[in-house]
């Protein structure tokens, strides 16, 4: 998947200078002052006198200055963090609905490896004379799993019950139907789906809430339920500490 690790080096020097210049400044701006005084020379090539003592106005515009900065510092630290929570998030989710790795699609899996469905929708008759199994399926209740806001035309909130991860080469044969009892969902094709790199999410509606209507498979098999969904931020920092 996309490493965002790697952009970790540039963003430690940045920090560390950050940090070399603002905690001292954050102590004692007068420090800052006279040390950066230090390689100040007059056109001879000779040193200027020791820094007048700063006003406490001056005392308090860098103190500012330099707690803006280590907000900034602490930023840059977050910014990455989340941009690898969500990365690792969109590539985990599309692992567990089943994808296959592919170098061109884990680089970017947000875009690339899990994605909301554009014209499949579950709906239609079951036309072949034998069906592929299910693998899984998502219910979704109240919130959106977060993992959702980040990919590509994810699945609207209004009216989904179900989301099934299928892939993308198979996405449209996925047929769901709805009976009093029970909820079947099959891969409407005589031949299993092939390995795939992506998976297309397709959301489904149903006509009452799930209740206890088990969902199940060809022959009538549960369909297990998963719930992939984006790292926590203790987990991110913890790999950003470890370096896993």
């Known amino acids: 998947m996309r490493n965002y690790w790697a952009l970790l080096p540039a963003i430690a020097i940045c920090v560390g200078l950050i940090l070399l210049y603002a905690v001292p400044t954050l102590v004692n701006p007068q420090w800052t002052s006279s040390i950066l005084g230090l ?3 007059l056109p001879g090539g000779e040193e200027t006198e020791e820094p007048a003592p700063l006003s406490p106005k001056q005392l308090h515009s860098r103190r500012m200055l330099a707690g ?19 990365a690792n998030g969109c590539y985990l989710a599309a692992k567990a609905w089943g994808a296959a790795d592919d170098a061109k699609q884990d680089a970017d899996p947000c875009v690339n490896k899990i994605f909301g ?5 579950g709906k239609g008759q079951v036309l072949e004379d034998s069906q592929q199994p299910v693998t899984g399926y998502q219910l979704v209740k109240g919130k959106h799993p977060k ?6 035309n994810p699945p609207k909130p209004d009216g989904v019950a179900l989301v ?7 996405s449209s044969d996925l047929k769901v ?59 991110v920092l913890k790999k950003l500490a ?3």
């Open 39 to 41: 390689f100040k020379q």
């Open 68 to 86: 803006t900065l280590v907000i900034g510092a602490l930023a840059l630290i977050g910014f990455n963090v989340a941009l690898n929570r969500e």
């Open 117 to 121: 469905a554009f014209f499949s929708n």
């Open 147 to 152: 993992y959702l806001k980040w990919i590509q």
């Open 164 to 170: 099934f991860g299928v892939g993308f080469n198979c």
């Open 177 to 235: 139907m709805e009976a009093d009892d029970k909820i079947t969902a099959v891969i409407d094709d005589t031949k299993p789906c092939p390995p795939d790199s992506q998976i297309e999410l397709v959301p489904i509606k149903l006509d009452k809430p799930v209740g206890d209507r088990p969902v199940v498979t060809v022959g009538g098999k549960p369909i297990p339920q998963i719930n992939p969904d984006l790292p926590s931020w203790g987990t």
């Open 242 to 244: 470890t370096g896993g």
